[in-house]
T-cell receptor
Framework: NAGVMQNPRHLVRRRGQEARLRCSPMKGHSHVYWYRQLPEEGLKFMVYLQKENIIDESGMPKERFSAEFPKEGPSILRIQQVVRGDSAAYFC??????????????FGEGSRLTVL | SQQGEEDPQALSIQEGENATMNCSYKTSINNLQWYRQNSGRGLVHLILIRSNEREKHSGRLRVTLDTSKKSSSLLITASRAADTASYFCATDLQGAQKLVFGQGTRLTINP
């Protein structure tokens, strides 16, 4: 059973470009979480999605950031018009049950975005 | 602000010694989890303790939870060089549907 797959692992973008980060959850997992991590810091929650639904996006910046988890295919975190402050590692995690039920999260290896 | 705060931020000990990391949180929780992150990698789940539990063991790991003090500790016994990593606590807030992570403790085990 493959783990959580994230791609690309490394992405370099110039200011103003778009970044698309993809996450395929573990087989059978319908709950996906996205987190952002700056160097030497903890993970900051961004968004929690179930298939075709955004459950909690309280950690997402109001502008330029969006996320989706379609019925078919991976979850996508999209950052439009990137700025240098968007440079970070973005982690996806999946779970077979929701966090409030005490679900353990299974993390991918992360996508490291560098904005020049 | 972050729900969980780990203490210390960094810890360096000799191989074979025990390592203790603490986590404090602010609001009521359903459960608390500890994760490990090796440099440049994703997080790996270590152990989960529910709000009605006080202590839990898994191999060389021992976790305690004191809900009256809103704090937890992670003890790694007989540390090994391979235990070098960052350790994070994560709380499952009552009423919320997400895990909130602390800032982490960077543990270095010196051979």
């Amino acid at each position: 059973n493959a783990g959580v797959m994230q791609n690309p692992r490394h992405l370099v973008r110039r200011r103003g470009q778009e970044a698309r980060l993809r996450c395929s959850p573990m087989k059978g997992h319908s709950h996906v979480y996205w987190y952002r991590q700056l160097p030497e810091e903890g993970l900051k929650f961004m968004v929690y999605l179930q298939k075709e639904n955004i459950i909690d996006e309280s950690g997402m910046p109001k502008e330029r950031f969006s996320a989706e988890f379609p019925k078919e295919g991976p979850s996508i975190l999209r950052i439009q018009q990137v700025v240098r402050g968007d440079s970070a590692a973005y982690f996806c995690a999946s779970s077979p049950i929701s966090g409030i039920q005490g679900g353990e999260l299974f993390f991918g290896e992360g996508s490291r975005l560098t904005v020049l | 602000s972050q729900q969980g705060e780990e203490d210390p931020q960094a810890l360096s000990i000799q191989e074979g010694e025990n390592a203790t990391m603490n986590c404090s949180y602010k609001t009521s929780i359903n459960n608390l989890q500890w994760y490990r992150q090796n440099s440049g990698r994703g997080l790996v789940h270590l152990i989960l303790i529910r709000s009605n539990e006080r202590e839990k063991h898994s191999g060389r790991l021992r976790v305690t939870l004191d809900t009256s003090k809103k704090s937890s500790s992670l003890l790694i016994t007989a540390s090994r060089a391979a235990d070098t990593a960052s350790y994070f606590c994560a709380t499952d807030l009552q009423g919320a549907q997400k895990l909130v992570f602390g800032q982490g403790t960077r543990l270095t085990i010196n051979p």
